[in-house]
C-alpha cells in the first residue's frame, strides 16, 4: 500500500498537512480547520483496514479527505469503496477536490449528512474510523457496535488528546463485552476495538 503512493497523492498529502499546521497556528476556527491525523495514524487505520473482515469500510468525519486518502490505500488494495461521511458541506468541497486529484473518486465515496443518521442506516460494516466531534463519539460506537460483522475493527481518534472531554466514555467501551479494545498511543491516541462474537 504505502509502496503504491502516486505523486499526485503524496502531493496532496502534503498540501493538506501544510494547510492543517497553518490553521492550527494562525488562530483559524476550529470548525474551519481541517483537524487531520498525523501521517503515522493513517499508516496504521490503512493497515488495521486492509486486515479487517469483508464488509462495509466507513469513515466517520472526512474534512478535507486527508484520512480517506490513507484509508483508500486499504480499500483500493481489499478492491472495496469507503464510505466517508461529513456533514460540513465547505469540508466535502475540499474532499472531492482531494479525490479528483488523486484519481481516488472510485474507491471513496463521500456522503453528506449527520453520522448518527446514515451509520444507523448501515449493516454488516467490517472497518470504521470514527474522527467526528466529541459529543457523538459514544452514540457512534453503539449504533457501530450492532451493525459490525464479527471481528470487525473500530478505530477512534483523539481518546488521549481529548481524554477530559469524553469522561467516562473509554471506560465504558473497554468494559463492553460486545468489543475487545485497546487504546493505541500513536498520534492523538486511538482507541482500536475488534467486535466479538457476542
Ligand atoms: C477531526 S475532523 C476529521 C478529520 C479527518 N478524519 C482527517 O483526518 O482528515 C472532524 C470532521 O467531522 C465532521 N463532523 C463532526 N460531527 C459530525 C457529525 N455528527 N456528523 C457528520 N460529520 C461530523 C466535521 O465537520 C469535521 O469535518
Request: with cysteine.
Amino acid at each position: 500500500m504505502f509502496h503504491d503512493l502516486s505523486p499526485a497523492m503524496l502531493a496532496r498529502m502534503t498540501e493538506l498537512e501544510a494547510i492543517d499546521a497553518a490553521d492550527r497556528a494562525d488562530g483559524t476556527p476550529h470548525n474551519q480547520r481541517l483537524r487531520q491525523i498525523p501521517p503515522n495514524t493513517g499508516r496504521y487505520l490503512a493497515i488495521l483496514a486492509a486486515s479487517a473482515p469483508a464488509g462495509q469500510m466507513v469513515e466517520v468525519g472526512t474534512s478535507a479527505g486527508y484520512s480517506a486518502l490513507w484509508l483508500s490505500l486499504a480499500c483500493r488494495q481489499r478492491g472495496d469503496v469507503l464510505t466517508s461521511i461529513d456533514r460540513d458541506p465547505d469540508k466535502l468541497v475540499l474532499a472531492r477536490q482531494t479525490l479528483d486529484l488523486t484519481g481516488s473518486s472510485d474507491v471513496v465515496r463521500l456522503v453528506s449528512g449527520d453520522a448518527l443518521d446514515i451509520v444507523a442506516a448501515m449493516a454488516g460494516v467490517a472497518f470504521a474510523f470514527v474522527d467526528a466531534n466529541r459529543d457523538v463519539l459514544l452514540a457512534c460506537v453503539e449504533l457501530l457496535a450492532d451493525r459490525l460483522v464479527p471481528g470487525g475493527l473500530v478505530a477512534v481518534d483523539n481518546v488521549i488528546s481529548h481524554a477530559a472531554e469524553i469522561p467516562g466514555v473509554l471506560e465504558r467501551i473497554l468494559a463492553d463485552p460486545r468489543f475487545d479494545a485497546v487504546v493505541v498511543p500513536i498520534g492523538s491516541g486511538v482507541l482500536t476495538a475488534r467486535r466479538t462474537a457476542r
